[in-house]
């Protein structure tokens, strides 16, 4: 009788493995035609915009974006958007995802929010857990990468880079990685509040070649006009303009708007950026 009993408890454990898995499966189906619904799953109180660019970066309608640029106020929420279809690509479509920012810190940042985004859903095992290099059982892959002097070698799926307008001189993040991206004609994803009129994320802002949203603070459901008003005193016109009104400005206190931006974009930056 033991062994009977034994023996039907295994077939019990396969069947109800069977079980999970085909839930699981179906789940991640559910999610592959819905990436949207990541959001209220997740109990994230998120804005039209996010999920209008998840519904277009997921190609959810129609071909997915190949290369977006979104310039933000602080804490609208540009962050939670990178973590989510970071998340999605990974877990759902099997994807090689890179992550960077300006610091390791940040690109390690960004990872665990992605990472911790796998694990609450439940859906992927997951094969490989170190800090910098997440393997799961689908072939998803999630590799946090510093700026500059690690990025040759990968063949990537997307590349997710946080406060790209602040890439310091040295970086060698685009000229590394953007040539893994040959391959799987892969996605290009830069996200950052603006800083001043020069680098990455303002000549990509100049290329016709870019998706591109921007999102102000006041726009934001989540900040108080209070809040604004107070930063605006506290920071002066200027600073307020970078960082909550999504402006490229100088620390001369030039404004470069985005407007002025698209009816001028250089043919260096869109030949350059049109990668």
């Known amino acids: 009788m033991a062994k009977l009993k034994t023996r039907l408890d295994a077939i019990s454990d396969v069947l109800s493995n069977r079980h999970r898995d085909k839930k699981m ?9 819905n990436p949207r ?29 190949k290369r977006a ?58 094969m490989k857990d170190a800090v910098i290099d997440l393997r799961l059982s689908n072939g998803g892959r999630l590799v946090a ?5 690690t990025g040759r070698g990968f063949t990537l799926d997307a590349l997710l880079v946080d406060e790209a307008a602040f890439l310091g001189e040295r970086s060698d993040l685009i000229e590394a990685l953007t040539p893994a991206l040959a391959l ?13 009129p020069i680098g990455l994320l303002f000549q990509a802002w100049g290329s016709e070649n870019w ?19 107070q930063q605006r005193e506290l920071l002066g016109e200027d600073a307020y ?14 404004l470069i708007t985005a407007e002025s931006i698209d009816g001028c974009a250089s043919s260096y930056a869109t030949e350059w950026l049109s990668i």
């Open 145 to 149: 990468l510093p700026p500059s002097g």
């Open 37 to 65: 619904q990541m959001f209220p799953l997740l109990g994230m109180d998120c804005d039209a915009w996010q999920l209008n660019l998840m519904k277009k970066l997921a190609g959810e309608e129609c071909e997915p974006i």
């Open 69 to 126: 640029v979104i310039a933000c106020g602080r804490q609208v929420g540009k962050t939670a958007l990178l973590s989510v279809y970071g998340a999605y690509a990974t877990m759902c479509e099997g994807k090689t995802v890179a992550v960077s920012a300006p610091s390791f810190r940040q690109s390690l940042e960004l990872s665990q929010k992605i990472r911790r985004i796998i694990q609450r859903f439940n859906l992927v095992s997951i």
């Open 184 to 196: 799987s004609d892969g996605q290009l994803i830069l996200a950052s509040s603006p800083g001043p």
């Open 25 to 33: 499966r179906h789940a991640l189906e559910v999610l592959r035609d």
């Open 211 to 229: 998706h591109k949203t921007k999102v102000r603070c006041d726009e934001c459901k989540r900040i108080s006009p209070e809040f604004l008003a």
């Open 241 to 254: 303009k970078r960082e909550f009104e999504a402006e490229f400005v100088d620390m001369g206190g030039s």
